[in-house]
C-alpha cells in the first residue's frame, strides 16, 4: 500500500468538517493536556492524583505523535502510540498496586509521608 | 653446569698457556679444578643449623637443643674445612683453585653471545686464601658456640633460638663472603655478616644502648657497603663479569674488555681500588668509619668474640687481599698508599684511646681497631703474607681475649670496669681464665715466640723494608706501627695488672638479668646493693656516666669514691660470690689460648711456596693475594733499575725487626707494670697498687696529661663530633623536609580533596525527599532545555 493509496483512503472516510483542523490544533490540545497533567502533579499531594496527572501526560504526548504520524503519512507515529497504550495499561495496574500498598504502611495518600526516603 | 665448566677449563688452559715465565709467585697456581660436591658442607651446613634453629623457635624449644645444633653442625662443617685443607692444600704441591658449583643464581642475558650478558652462580672459589680463612672462621665458630651455649644459658628459651639462628646464619654469611666465586655473592655474604652483625648487637633488645649500637654499626656499615656495590658495578663495566677466574684473566693479560691497557687506565687503577677501599674500611672499622666498632661490645660477648674480633671485621683484609691483581695494577701504588697510611693512623689513634678508658671490653674492641689498622697497613706495605697470618693469629688469640673478659662479665654481674676488679686469677675458679687471658695478652703485646709477635713482626718489617718512594711515606708508617706496637703492648698489660693480678677485690656490676635470676647468691637484691653502696643506676653503662660526672675529680670516678670516704666504695666479696665459668666455657677457653700456641708454631713451617714467613705465608703467595715479583721489585714504578732495600736505622730490618719488635714490646709490659702492677712479684716488683681502685702512679699520670687523657677517655669526642657535622645537619634538614610535606604537600592533596566535600556540602539540601521538589527540578531542567534549543538552534 502506498502513500498516495493512504492518504486517498483517509481522505475519503474523513467528514467535511475534519479537513479544517490542522497539526497546530492537536498539539495545542497535547501541550494544554501536558501542561494540566504537569502543573497537577506538581500541585497534588494525593498519590492518585499524581498518578492520574502522569497518565495525562502521556496520553498528551500520545495525541502529539499521531498527529506528527498524520502530517507526516506515517504510520509509525500510530504504531508507537499502540504500544505505548498497552505498555501504559500494565504500568497503571502496576502503580495503582504500589499506591493500594503504601496507603496500607501509611494510611495516608499523601506522598509527603515518604519524605524519609531521601536516602 | 657443564657449560660453566667448559668456561672455567678453557681459562685454566689459558692461563697455563700464558704463563709468565719468570715471578716464582705467579708459577703453577692457576689451575682451576673442580671440588669435590662434599666440600658444599662448609657453607651449608651452617645453613641447615640455622633452619634446624628457626623450627626450634617455631616449635617453642625451650632446651639447650640450638646450642647442640650449632655446634655439632658447625663442628662438621670445620671437619669439612679440614678435609679440603688437607686433601687439597697440604704438602709442597702447588695449591690448586678448587670450584665447586652449588646452583645456577643469575644469569641474565644482554646480546647473542655467550660472553654478553651477566653470570653469577652460586658457586664457591676455593684457593688457598679462601681456606685460610675457612679454617679459622668455621673452628672458632664452633669453639665460640661451645662457649656461648653455656654464656647464654641465662637466656634459653625464645632468645636463645635467636642468638644461635642468627648465630649459624653469620657462619653461612661468612662461608659465602670468603668462599664466593664471584662478587655478587661476595656481596650476598658481605650483607650477611652485617645483617647477623645487626641482629647480635641488638640482641638485648629492651636495653637503648644495645638498639642504638646495633642501627649504628648498620649505618655505618651501608656507608662501605655502598663504596663496595659501586666497586662491583665497576668491575663489571670494565669487564663484563664478576667471576675472580675472569677478572683475574683479564688482569694478567693486562688489557681491559675493551683493549685497553689496564695500567693506563685511572678508572681501573684508581677509582674501582678506592671504592673497594671504602667497603674494607666500613666492615673492618678503619679510618673514618670505626666508631661502630666499640658501641658493637654492647652484644653478648661470644659475638664480639667471633664477629667483632675474629671473623667478620677481618672480611675488608679478605677483600683487598682477594683483589691484591686490582690493586696491584697501579704503576704508582697509590691506593694501596692510602689503605696503609689509613691502617697505621687508625692503629695509632685507637690505641691512644685503649690507654685511657676503662671498660675492659671496649679495650678490647678498640683493640681490635688497633690490630685491623695493623693488617691494612701491612697489605699497604705489600705483605697480604703478614696481613693475612696477623689475622689468623689476631683471631685466635682476640678470641681468647674475648672470652676472658666474658667469663670475668658472667662471673662478675657484668662488670667490666678495671677499677672495680682485681686479682681475678686468685679467685677460686677463675685460674684458667686468667692463664688463657695471659696467653692472649702476651701475643697482642707481641712477646718474643708467641704467634702474634711473629705475624705482627713480618708486617712491621715489611714496613721498614720498603725501597724509598714504593708506597708513598712507608718509613713513617712503619715508625707508626712501631710505635703503636708498644702502646698494644702496654694497654694490653694494663688490664691484665689491674684485673687479672693484685689483691682480691671487687665489686660486682649491675646486670639486672642475673639478679632476677637469683644469682646474687647471697640474696641481696640490686637496689638493696646500691643503697648500701651509694651507686647510681646506670644500666651496663655506669662506669661511663661516672666519667661523665666525675670528671673535675682528680682521677675519674674513683677519686670521688675515695672523697666520699672509704664506706662508700667497699671492694668487698661480702654479699656476692663470683660466678665461675662451667666446662663448656672453660673449655673453649683453653682449647682458644692452646691454639693461640700452636699458630706460633706455623711460622716454624716452610712455606710452599716462596721464601720465608711460615704456613701463612706460603698460602697466601699460591693465591691471588700474591703481590707480583715486579711489582715487589719496584720495577714497575718505571725506573729500569731496582730501588734500594728500605733499612731500620741503617740495618735490615727482616734481621734486626725481631729484636726490636721484642724490645718495644717488653718496654710497653714494664711501664704497664710500673703504673698499674700490684705491689710484689705479681707487678713484677715494678709496682705499687694496693686496691683495685687506685693505682696511683698511673692516676697522678693521668692528671698530669689533663686534657688529652679527658679527651682520649671520651674517645675524642669523635662521636659528638659526627653528630654535630653530620647527624645535627640531617636531622634539622629532615624537619624541614617535614614541615614542607607536612604543609605544602599534605595541603595540596588535603584541597584537592576538600573540594568534592565542599560541593557536596553545598548541594546536599537538594536531596530533601520532597518529590515534588524533583519533579520540580525535573521540568525546570526540561524547560531550561528547550528554551537553549529554540535560542540556540531556533
Request: charged letters at 10%; proline letters at 4%; a neutral charge.
Amino acid at each position: 500500500m502506498n502513500v498516495t493509496t493512504l492518504t486517498t483512503l483517509a481522505q475519503a472516510n474523513f467528514p467535511e468538517a475534519m479537513s479544517q483542523i490542522t497539526l497546530a490544533h492537536y498539539l495545542v490540545i497535547s501541550t494544554a493536556m501536558f501542561t494540566i497533567g504537569l502543573v497537577g502533579f506538581l500541585t497534588r499531594r494525593n498519590l492518585i492524583i499524581m498518578f492520574l496527572c502522569t497518565e495525562l501526560m502521556f496520553q498528551a504526548a500520545g495525541i502529539a505523535m499521531i498527529a506528527f504520524g498524520r502530517y507526516h503519512l506515517d504510520l509509525s507515529g500510530q504504531s508507537f502510540v499502540v504500544f505505548v497504550l498497552t505498555v501504559a495499561a500494565a504500568e497503571a495496574a502496576m502503580a495503582l498496586a504500589l499506591v493500594v500498598l503504601l496507603f496500607r504502611r501509611k494510611e495516608s495518600l499523601s506522598a509527603e509521608e515518604w519524605k524519609d526516603l531521601q536516602g | 653446569m657443564m657449560q660453566a665448566l667448559n668456561i672455567f677449563s678453557s681459562i685454566a688452559a689459558h692461563a697455563v698457556a700464558s704463563e709468565p715465565a719468570a715471578g716464582v709467585a705467579q708459577a703453577a697456581t692457576r689451575t682451576i679444578t673442580q671440588g669435590e660436591t662434599w666440600m658444599l658442607a662448609i657453607p651449608f651446613l651452617p645453613l641447615l643449623a640455622f633452619v634446624l634453629i628457626a623450627l626450634c623457635a617455631a616449635f617453642k624449644v625451650r632446651s639447650k637443643l640450638p646450642a647442640f645444633i650449632t655446634v655439632g653442625l658447625l663442628a662438621l662443617s670445620f671437619g669439612a674445612a679440614l678435609t679440603t685443607f688437607i686433601q687439597h692444600f697440604m704438602g709442597p704441591a702447588a695449591a690448586p683453585i678448587l670450584h665447586v658449583h652449588a646452583f645456577d643464581w643469575l644469569h641474565f642475558k644482554a646480546g647473542p653471545e655467550a660472553a654478553q650478558g651477566f653470570v653469577a652462580n652460586f658457586a664457591f672459589y676455593i684457593d688457598s686464601l679462601t681456606i685460610l680463612w675457612m679454617l679459622f672462621v668455621t673452628g672458632l665458630a664452633t669453639l665460640i658456640a661451645l662457649y656461648a651455649s653455656e654464656y647464654m644459658s641465662h637466656d634459653v628459651g625464645p632468645g636463645y633460638c635467636r642468638f644461635f639462628a642468627a648465630f649459624s646464619l653469620f657462619v653461612f654469611s661468612m662461608s659465602c663472603l670468603v668462599m664466593a666465586d664471584n662478587l655478587v655473592l661476595l656481596f650476598l655474604g658481605w650483607e650477611g655478616v652485617g645483617l647477623c652483625s645487626y641482629l647480635l648487637i641488638g640482641y638485648f633488645y629492651k636495653k637503648a644502648p644495645a638498639v642504638a649500637a646495633a642501627k649504628k654499626a648498620f649505618i655505618m656499615n651501608r656507608i662501605g657497603d655502598l663504596g663496595l656495590l659501586m666497586g662491583i658495578f665497576s668491575i663489571y663495566t670494565a669487564f663484563g663479569t664478576v667471576e675472580y677466574a675472569k677478572i683475574f684473566e683479564f688482569f694478567r693479560s693486562g688489557v681491559d674488555a675493551t683493549g685497553n691497557q689496564i695500567g693506563s687506565s685511572t678508572w681501573i687503577t684508581i677509582i674501582i681500588p678506592l671504592l673497594f677501599t671504602i667497603g674494607a674500611f666500613g666492615k673492618s672499622a678503619q679510618v673514618f668509619l670505626y666508631t661502630w666498632l666499640p658501641d658493637a661490645m654492647e652484644g653478648p660477648t661470644p659475638v664480639s668474640a667471633l664477629i667483632h674480633a675474629a671473623t667478620m671485621v677481618t672480611a675488608g683484609v679478605f677483600l683487598i687481599a682477594r683483589m691484591m691483581p686490582l690493586y696491584q695494577a697501579d704503576p704508582n701504588l697509590l691506593i694501596l698508599s692510602i689503605v696503609a697510611w689509613s691502617g697505621a693512623i687508625t692503629a695509632l689513634w685507637s690505641a691512644t684511646i685503649e690507654m685511657a678508658i676503662f671498660d675492659i671490653k671496649r679495650v678490647m674492641g678498640y683493640s681490635t681497631i688497633s690490630q685491623l689498622g695493623f693488617m691494612f697497613a701491612g697489605l699497604g706495605v705489600l705483605t697480604p703474607e703478614g696481613s693475612a697470618f696477623h689475622v689468623f693469629t689476631h683471631a685466635f688469640f682476640k678470641a681468647t681475649l674475648f672470652l676472658g673478659v666474658g667469663a670475668v662479665m658472667h662471673g662478675f654481674g657484668g662488670q667490666l670496669d678495671l677499677r672495680r676488679l682485681s686479682g681475678v686469677g686468685w679467685m677460686k675458679g677463675f685460674g684458667l681464665v686468667a692463664a688463657a687471658v695471659f696467653i692472649g695478652s702476651i701475643n697482642l703485646a707481641g712477646f718474643p715466640f708467641t704467634a702474634g709477635f711473629f705475624s705482627k713482626d713480618m708486617i712491621l718489617a715489611e714496613a721498614f723494608a720498603r725501597p724509598e718512594g714504593q708506597i708513598a711515606g712507608s718509613q713513617a708508617v712503619a715508625w707508626i706501627l712501631l710505635i703503636t706496637a708498644g702502646m698494644t703492648a702496654y694497654y694490653t698489660f694494663r688490664s691484665f695488672f689491674r684485673v687479672y693480678v693484685g689483691p682480691k677485690q671487687f665489686v660486682p656490676g649491675d646486670d639486672a638479668e642475673l639478679v632476677d635470676l637469683g644469682r646474687h647468691p647471697k640474696g641481696v637484691s640490686l637496689d638493696a646493693w646500691h643503697k648500701e653502696h651509694g651507686h647510681g643506676h646506670g644500666h651496663g653503662h655506669e662506669h661511663e656516666h661516672n666519667d661523665h660526672a666525675h670528671r673535675h675529680g682528680s682521677y675519674g670516678g674513683v677519686g670521688d669514691a675515695r672523697a666520699h670516704g672509704r664506706q662508700d666504695f667497699d671492694p668487698s666479696t661480702e654479699e656476692f660470690d663470683p660466678h665461675p665459668p662451667g666446662f663448656a666455657m672453660k673449655f673453649a677457653i683453653a682449647a682458644c689460648a692452646i691454639l693461640t700456641i700452636a699458630a706460633a708454631g706455623l711460622y716454624f713451617v716452610s712455606p710452599a711456596i716462596g721464601e720465608g714467613g711460615g704456613w701463612a705465608a706460603g698460602m697466601v703467595r699460591q693465591s691471588s693475594a700474591v703481590v707480583s715479583a715486579e711489582v715487589l721489585s719496584g720495577h714497575t714504578s718505571g725506573t729500569d733499575e731496582g730501588h734500594a732495600h728500605g733499612t731500620f736505622l741503617g740495618m735490615d730490618p727482616h734481621h734486626v725487626m725481631y729484636y726490636v719488635s721484642a724490645g718495644v714490646g717488653f718496654i710497653g709490659v714494664l711501664i704497664a707494670a710500673f703504673l698499674h702492677g700490684p705491689k710484689g712479684w705479681q707487678g713484677l716488683f715494678l709496682g705499687v697498687r694496693q686496691s683495685c681502685d687506685v693505682a696511683p702512679r698511673a692516676d697522678k699520670l693521668a692528671n698530669a696529661f689533663g686534657p688529652l687523657t679527658t679527651a682520649a677517655r671520651n674517645k675524642y669526642y669523635v662521636d659528638e663530633i659526627y653528630d654535630a657535622l653530620i647527624t645535627r645537619p640531617l636531622w634539622v634538614l629532615s624537619h624541614i623536609f617535614h614541615l614542607f610535606d607536612q604543609y605544602v604537600v599534605d595541603g595540596l592533596v588535603n584541597l584537592i580533596g576538600a573540594l568534592p566535600r565542599f560541593f557536596g556540602k553545598a548541594l546536599r539540601p537538594i536531596q530533601s525527599g520532597e518529590m515534588h521538589g524533583y519533579a520540580v527540578g525535573m521540568a525546570g531542567g526540561v524547560a531550561v532545555l528547550l528554551i537553549l534549543v529554540v535560542l540556540l538552534v531556533g
